[in-house]
């Protein structure tokens, strides 16, 4: 009886330990797989946030060289590149736009 008990005895004790050794390989899966679709997520992100200032840097830089391409046109100082990268994209907007309406008024004139 007593060797029975014991059988048993590790039988269920077997039983738990494989029961707990496959809910950690279970939830180490499930960390595993999150972690790469975290990854995957944010490379997905990072590449549509690198397109964006990509583009929004793109712009930068051609509103700054209309801006000093129109500069000399008008008989006006030639800001530098460095002073025009100092400036937010709202505001190099709104000096190219100056800049041309000047530019068509004097030729209209």
Request: glycine share 8%; charged share 40%.
């Amino acid at each position: 009886q007593v060797t029975e008990d014991k059988a048993m005895y590790d039988e269920n004790e077997k039983a738990i330990r494989d029961h707990q050794w496959k809910m950690r390989a279970a939830r180490q899966e499930g960390i595993d797989e999150g972690m790469r679709q975290g990854i995957l997520e944010g490379e997905r992100q990072g590449e549509i946030k690198g397109k964006l200032e990509g583009e929004r840097q793109g712009e930068i830089k051609g509103k700054i060289e209309l801006i000093r391409a129109l500069q000399p046109l008008l008989y006006l100082p030639v800001s530098s590149e460095q002073e025009l990268r100092a400036w937010d994209l709202p505001r190099l907007e709104v000096m190219a736009s100056e800049l041309q309406e000047k530019l068509r008024n004097r030729t209209v004139s």
